[in-house]
């Protein structure tokens, strides 16, 4: 069962539809005009970020789930394969699965810590 959590309120959607991962590089390679390599710092990738995507099954629930990832505070997510702690770090929004169905998509972009 997946959860997402902050501090000490749960909320269950009911599928996590995406979780992946992505881990940006924090080189830093600077192209000089007059020469053909490049100068370059060198430095351990930055921790992964993702844009985390939930299914609920009321509007009411959906709502919920968005107000809570946007408090400002930790999330704790455990899915059936993966548990991470993470904040919000762009965009969050709610949307209906389709015109014809009562589902509602949360989708957020978030940082792992």
């Given amino acids: 069962m997946a959860t997402i959590t902050a501090g000490t309120t749960t909320i269950t ?31 351990a990738s930055k921790t992964p970020t993702q844009q985390l995507t939930a299914l609920f099954l009321t509007r009411a629930e959906g709502q919920a789930a968005l107000d809570l990832v946007s408090s400002g505070r930790v999330l704790d997510i455990v899915t059936d394969s993966i548990e991470f702690s993470c904040v919000k770090s762009g965009a969050a929004t709610l949307d209906r699965a389709s015109e014809n169905r009562a589902r509602w998509i949360l989708t957020v972009e978030v940082r792992e810590l």
């Fill in 13 to 43: 959607p009911a599928l996590i539809l995406n979780s992946d991962r992505t881990r940006e590089a924090g080189n830093v390679l600077i192209e000089p005009i007059d020469s053909p390599e490049p100068y370059v710092s060198l430095a």
